[in-house]
């Protein structure tokens, strides 16, 4: 693209220096230095315009927070530190050099405050809309990953915040829960977690189908966030639904075999040993359907 080696040089002005990063920046390869104790997790998540964003409302600062904040989310899933990212962005033709920069920033305000690098990446244009991809490498520093794998009967299921109606926002300006993950997971009490991206009755569906178990879900202790209740008030669809169905909450959904004794947690249900995922209300219960999902626009 034109301008692409001000561009380049401009994001490496940007970095600071830093001893995982020994090499200076400009090689055809990032180095770094990995402490050998470490697990190195990888991840990889990238954003469309028209599908996760739409560029003609959102701005391009707020694009890029959302991109690699969905990789620090499941950096969070699995109780790791992020610890470096690439990023490859497809900018449409034309579309000027400040917005790559505000892309760019956009990628670091939210890498920035985990102390996670931005090591490496690639700018094109081209004739098609944006698209914008981010691999992470998280370090697991001393707490084993938690799977989706090892949820028991009897297990409580939490969650770790107010759930729905993220298409109002939240869907761009989320916080991973890094650091409130990396909290639970001490505990020692975990036993399978992961993001909640699809919605909850879709995400509780993998914890329980990888885990080869069921799950009651209370209606009534599901925490339900303002969002989903001004979302009603607009189409009129129940705030539970919002909660259960909406995706992009990035809150993190768990099992764990006691109550781990962190604040903010909400226990809704429980792991039962039969498949199936029931909702519990007013004292009957009915089968919680994985209803389709689309996208925040
Ligand atoms: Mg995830």
């Not at 959904?253 to 006691?258: C, R």
Request: one cysteine or more; proline letters at 7%.
């Amino acid at each position: 693209m034109p301008g692409e080696f001000d561009l380049i040089d401009w994001i490496r002005s940007q970095h600071k220096p830093s001893a995982f990063v020994p090499v200076p920046q400009g090689d055809d390869l990032a180095v770094l230095k990995w402490d050998p104790a470490d697990l190195l997790l990888v991840g990889v998540d990238q954003v469309l315009d028209g599908v996760h964003f739409d560029s003609a409302v959102h701005p391009p600062r707020l694009i890029g927070r959302k991109v690699m904040n969905r990789n620090l989310s499941d950096c969070a899933a699995m109780a790791c530190l992020p610890a470096a990212a690439v990023a490859t962005v497809a900018l449409p033709r034309g579309i000027g050099i400040d917005y790559a920069k505000e892309l760019y920033l956009g990628l670091r305000d939210a890498a920035d405050p985990f102390d996670c690098r931005l090591v490496g990446g690639d700018t094109a244009s081209w004739d098609g809309r944006l698209a914008c991809t981010v691999t992470v490498l998280g370090k697991s520093a001393g707490i084993k990953p938690i799977t989706r794998t090892g949820a028991r009967p009897g297990d409580g299921v939490y969650v770790t915040g107010p759930l729905g109606g993220s298409i109002l926002g939240r869907h761009l300006t989320f916080e991973p829960r890094v650091h409130l993950a990396r909290e639970l997971a001490r505990t020692g009490l975990l036993t399978a977690m992961l993001d909640l991206s699809d919605g909850l009755s879709r995400d509780l569906r993998h914890i329980c189908r990888q885990s080869n178990v069921g799950a009651t879900v209370d209606a009534a202790a599901i925490p339900i966030h303002a969002d989903a209740a001004e979302l009603s008030r607009r189409d009129g669809r129940e705030p539970l639904l919002h909660a259960l169905h909406d995706g992009e909450d990035h809150e993190l959904l768990f099992t764990a075999s006691d109550t781990p004794p962190v604040p903010g947690i909400v226990r809704i249900g429980t792991i039962t040993p039969e498949p199936g995922i029931w909702l519990s209300r007013d004292g009957s219960r009915e089968a919680l359907a994985a209803e389709g999902w689309q996208h925040s626009l």
